[in-house]
């Protein structure tokens, strides 16, 4: 897993009093983007090397969008829409992705960890490097696409449903906990446990049509 790279002291402050909100068709880098207010907006363009910091981007629409060596930390993504993305070197950390629609038509060296994602929709169009999402949780979030090269670590899937997706083969699972998901039979080739499957064998069963009596 590859971090973002960038430099501190080369990042420019991005003053949301005397430059506003970005433009609909932003290319910024190596920009440092603390506090900024970007709530229900549209736009498309680009972000590289970068940090954001305690941003608001709840209800805002991207699309398409290329994201590459980029920070996120302490920040509100709910409700938004991330559509046709290419991420490189992404991390997120800390933040509130409540109904975050992330749609990644490339995801490599992704890194998501400590977010509440309930209602979240992750797809993944073609997975390049690992996407690692750690100490979150997904209730009732919905994944699609190319799983292969995703680890879920010590996260949670009250209610998330599984059944749309593309390639599970390799998906490292062995660290979540497995409660409460829909569409298991479409995790096939993904890692777990010998105790994980015995905890989800009345699951696995019923999702393969057998009645339990």
């Not at 009093?17 to 970007?38: A, C, H, K, N, V």
């Not at 060296?109 to 100490?135: H, L, Q």
């Not at 749309?164 to 096939?188: F, H, M, Q, W, Y």
Request: net charge negative.
């Amino acid at each position: 897993m590859r971090r973002p790279l960038w430099e501190a002291e080369r990042l420019r402050p991005f003053d949301q009093d005397t430059e506003g909100e970005p433009e609909p068709d932003f290319e910024l880098s190596e920009r440092l983007i603390d506090g900024l207010q970007w709530t229900g907006a549209q736009g498309d363009g680009s972000l590289d090397q970068s940090l954001l910091r305690s941003v608001d981007l709840s209800g805002t629409v991207l699309s398409p969008l290329e994201i590459v060596d980029v920070t996120v930390e302490r920040s509100v993504l709910a409700n938004g829409r991330w559509e046709r993305a290419t991420a490189r070197r992404l991390e997120i950390t800390d933040s509130q992705l409540v109904g975050w629609q992330a749609q990644f038509a490339l995801a490599q060296d992704v890194y998501v960890a400590d977010c509440r994602a309930d209602f979240a929709g992750i797809s993944i169009g073609t997975a390049k490097g690992p996407v690692v999402f750690e100490r979150c949780r997904f209730m009732n979030a919905t994944f699609l696409g190319d799983l292969s090269k995703t680890v879920f670590i010590d996260c949670a899937f009250p209610g998330a449903d599984f059944s749309r997706v593309a390639n599970a083969k390799g998906c490292d699972l062995r660290r979540a906990e497995l409660s409460g998901i829909t569409g298991l039979l479409s995790l096939r080739g993904a890692l777990i446990t010998a105790d994980q499957a015995v905890e989800i064998a009345g699951e696995l069963a019923t999702a393969a049509g057998f009645k339990l009596a």
